[in-house]
């Protein structure tokens, strides 16, 4: 950042209209984007981003029936072609008809490898104290450690021998790439989405986000189940807290808590509990409730007696554990239940 400070002014349905006293952008009724600063948008009759019209020339995006971004043209005549799985997943990419990558996912989210031209592994991504972003990366035979933030945008790619510097990454506010000093060097950006150099748009789960614009291309998938009542906005117009990994509605604000405990407040009894201490206006857990389950998890955490948690634990992330195993994990005092898939305390 360059220490200047921006001030922006949003619509009665958060759309950024203003920044620092000045109009930047227009919207139709349905928020649509229409223009931003330079720049023109037009929209699918689903609401996709269909062009973007810039001085440089116009980019052009396509679809598949399922809402996947699978195609963009740029000004330039580059085109860029995404492969989609049968889970929606974003697997490979294609520049001018060359593959870029090719990634095997862990499970929805999570990629586990990337894979070059031939065919070969690149790299490999251990997760291991976040939920969004892998904390390592064996690449060349090298091991890589990812620095994130609070967010999990990917900050710096360290050599975990020598400490030598592979790549950084700086970003604004909406999380808008401002220096990448070796762009595609591993697939993670921004709060640790897919971010691609070519087009600047960072893939969360079911859509991508433009950070240029600080919204998404698509429509929410689930629409006002996600909790905001603007389709196209992000996490609230709070990118400085907020995260949506799954592209489907606004998270929530951390609080400075850890993302161990997160994952745990999600899964309990369903998610039914979280929701229902959820703030109706800012569909948000208010900080004085999270806090108060957060000592509740910290006593769970202090009864733990062991079991597999040793070596199993600093190495493989929650999502890895094997359902008759995980009660370790718990200490045992809360059991899985497999059809609500949750875990349900004990009596």
Same mark, same amino acid.
């Given at each position: 950042?360059?220490?200047?400070?921006?001030?922006?002014?949003?619509?009665?349905?958060g759309?950024?209209?203003?920044?620092?006293?000045?109009?930047?952008?227009?919207?139709?009724?349905?928020?649509?984007?229409?223009?931003?600063?330079?720049?023109?948008?037009?929209?699918?009759?689903?609401?996709?981003?269909?062009?973007?019209?810039?001085?440089?020339?116009?980019?052009?995006?396509q679809?598949?029936?399922?809402?996947?971004?699978?195609?963009?043209?740029?000004?330039?005549?580059?085109?860029?072609?995404?492969?989609?799985?049968?889970?929606?997943?974003?697997?490979?990419?294609?520049?001018?008809?060359?593959?870029?990558?090719?990634?095997?996912?862990?499970?929805?989210?999570?990629?586990?490898?990337?894979?070059?031209?031939?065919?070969?592994?690149?790299?490999?991504?251990?997760?291991?104290?976040?939920?969004?972003?892998?904390?390592?990366?064996?690449r060349?035979?090298?091991?890589?450690?990812?620095?994130?933030?609070?967010?999990?945008?990917?900050?710096?790619?360290?050599?975990?021998?020598?400490?030598?510097?592979g790549?950084r990454?700086?970003?604004?506010?909406?999380?808008?790439?401002?220096?990448?000093s070796?762009?595609?060097?591993?697939?993670?950006?921004f709060?640790?989405? +897919?971010? =691609? #150099?070519?087009? $600047? @748009?960072?893939?969360? !789960?079911?859509?991508?986000? &433009?950070?240029?614009? /600080?919204?998404?291309?698509?429509k929410?998938?689930?629409?006002?189940?996600?909790?905001?009542?603007?389709?196209?906005?992000?996490? +609230?117009? =709070? #990118?400085?807290? $907020? @995260?949506?990994?799954? !592209?489907?509605?606004?998270? &929530?604000?951390?609080? /400075?808590?850890?993302?161990?405990?997160?994952?745990?407040?999600?899964?309990?009894?369903?998610?039914?509990?979280m929701?229902?201490?959820?703030?109706?206006?800012?569909?948000?857990?208010?900080?004085?409730?999270?806090?108060?389950?957060?000592?509740?998890?910290?006593?769970?955490?202090?009864?733990?007696?062991?079991?597999?948690?040793?070596?199993?634990?600093?190495?493989?992330p929650?999502?890895?554990?094997?359902?008759?195993?995980?009660?370790?994990?718990?200490?045992?005092?809360?059991?899985?239940?497999?059809?609500?898939?949750?875990?349900?305390?004990?009596?």
């Amino acid at each position: 950042m360059d220490g200047q400070r921006t001030e922006w002014a949003y619509d009665a349905n958060g759309n950024r209209s203003h920044e620092n006293g000045l109009p930047i952008a227009s919207y139709d009724a349905q928020d649509r984007l229409l223009a931003w600063k330079d720049n023109q948008y037009t929209y699918t009759p689903a609401g996709d981003l269909l062009t973007r019209t810039s001085p440089q020339g116009q980019t052009r995006y396509q679809y598949d029936a399922q809402g996947n971004l699978r195609q963009v043209l740029l000004p330039g005549g580059q085109r860029i072609d995404y492969d989609i799985d049968p889970l929606n997943r974003r697997i490979g990419k294609r520049k001018n008809g060359q593959v870029q990558y090719r990634l095997l996912f862990l499970d929805k989210l999570h990629p586990l490898a990337e894979f070059d031209q031939q065919g070969n592994i690149r790299s490999l991504f251990v997760y291991a104290d976040r939920s969004n972003a892998p904390t390592l990366m064996l690449r060349g035979g090298k091991t890589w450690r990812l620095i994130a933030d609070h967010l999990g945008s990917i900050r710096l790619v360290i050599d975990a021998e020598t400490g030598q510097i592979g790549q950084r990454i700086d970003y604004d506010a909406w999380g808008r790439v401002t220096h990448d000093s070796q762009p595609g060097f591993q697939p993670f950006g921004f709060a640790g989405g +897919l971010y =691609d #150099p070519d087009t $600047g @748009l960072t893939r969360f !789960g079911a859509r991508d986000y &433009d950070a240029e614009t /600080g919204r998404w291309t698509a429509k929410d998938p689930i629409l006002f189940n996600g909790g905001d009542s603007n389709l196209y906005g992000y996490v +609230l117009q =709070d #990118p400085v807290n $907020g @995260l949506d990994p799954m !592209g489907t509605g606004p998270w &929530d604000k951390l609080y /400075g808590l850890p993302k161990e405990f997160w994952h745990w407040f999600h899964r309990l009894d369903g998610g039914k509990e979280m929701q229902a201490l959820k703030d109706p206006k800012t569909k948000m857990v208010p900080e004085e409730d999270a806090r108060t389950y957060f000592q509740e998890w910290q006593s769970i955490q202090k009864k733990q007696k062991g079991g597999i948690e040793s070596i199993g634990e600093m190495l493989m992330p929650w999502f890895l554990y094997p359902r008759e195993l995980a009660c370790s994990t718990m200490d045992c005092h809360y059991r899985w239940d497999p059809c609500n898939k949750t875990w349900i305390q004990k009596d």
